[in-house]
């Protein structure tokens, strides 16, 4: 169960927990309220959970489902990790803590990169409308696996020049080299 008063935050948590197998989510509760009532309702065996909400704190619902299910665990994810006060009973089922502000601000860093790089392709629809003509067979040459070598001696350029191509590609892109790869082989979805 999933008890986070974000919904945005909510709603990803929980299409990333259903992609594990033998994990299913059987709710999301998004106050200290609607959190007693699932925990009584469904008894999970681990709630994720954030510490501040609404109407109260995140450890009330985990101290209440620990008195209905001893044998539940804990994981908490919140922006005020420091703030972690609980019973030993609490403590001792909690599988780990996580920094919410720092999986947020990751996520910031990404989506950031990629507003940037579709402003600066000039056309959301094209995401390699910012290569060049040569930029393009480079990166369609990366895509078959060669190397800048290799890149090199099948477009007759110098091996900085092939160089220089890929880190043009990378930048233009907002790729990293592994992601580039990635994109240039077809692994890589271009647009979310």
Do not use: W, Y
């Amino acid at each position: 169960m999933i008890l986070e008063d974000q919904g945005l935050l909510a709603d990803l948590l929980r299409q990333d927990l259903e992609r594990i197998p033998g994990l299913s989510v059987v709710g999301v509760a998004r106050s200290v309220e609607e959190g007693n009532h699932l925990c009584r309702q469904h008894r999970p065996d681990l709630l994720l959970m954030d510490l501040l909400l609404p109407d109260g704190q995140g450890v009330a619902v985990a101290e209440q489902l620990l008195l209905e299910k001893p044998t539940a665990q804990v994981m908490v994810l919140s922006a005020q990790c420091d703030r972690l006060s609980c019973s030993r009973r609490l403590h001792a089922a909690i599988l780990a803590v996580v920094d919410k502000g720092s999986a947020i601000d990751t996520l910031r860093v990404i989506l950031e990169r990629e507003v940037r790089r579709q402003r600066s392709s000039g056309a959301q629809d094209d995401p390699f409308a910012a290569l060049t003509e040569r930029e393009r067979q480079v990166l369609s040459l990366i895509g078959q696996g060669l190397s800048s070598a290799e890149i090199a001696a099948r477009l007759n350029i110098s091996l900085l020049t092939a160089r220089t191509h890929r880190r043009n590609i990378t930048a233009k892109l907002g790729f990293s080299r592994a992601e580039l790869v990635l994109l240039a082989s077809g692994r890589l979805p271009t647009q979310a």
